[in-house]
């Protein structure tokens, strides 16, 4: 079993069921640190549908929000998150230039760390991106 994440009625992610609703649930959970919503919608018959401009404007903040910590909770939980939502973001064609700009240290929020966090995410992401072909 799986289920799909659509943007405007296309497909850009088939996880298998258990992992689409961890995604799912572990997105709504981060809306308390991003303070937005994750623009994700549970249709509950195996798709969820992503609304493209609030889903990137909540993985932005989660993102800044994620370079300009220093707690450890935060750091880890968040980062461990992260790269699946850039990854599904990208899948779903948006793009993220503040993760690119502070990777490549022309945008740093919070000091040198922010750009190795940067990579850091960067490389996840574009690991799991053949796992986000629908």
Known sequence: MSQYFKVAGRSVWNPATTAAQLFYRTAEAMTVVAGRPSGILDLEFDEYDI???????????LTRRYLTS???VIVELVGGFLPHAVALLRAAGGDL???DQVAAGQSLP???SAAEKARRVLASA???????AA
């Not at 609304?51 to 932005?60: D, K, N, S």
């Not at 574009?126 to 986000?132: H, Y």
């Open 51 to 61: 609304g493209l401009p609030a889903y990137r404007a909540f993985v932005e903040e």
């Open 70 to 72: 220093t707690h450890p």
């Open 110 to 112: 919070r000091g040198v």
């Open 97 to 99: 230039p503040l993760l």
């Open 126 to 132: 574009a690991d799991l991106a053949p796992s986000m």
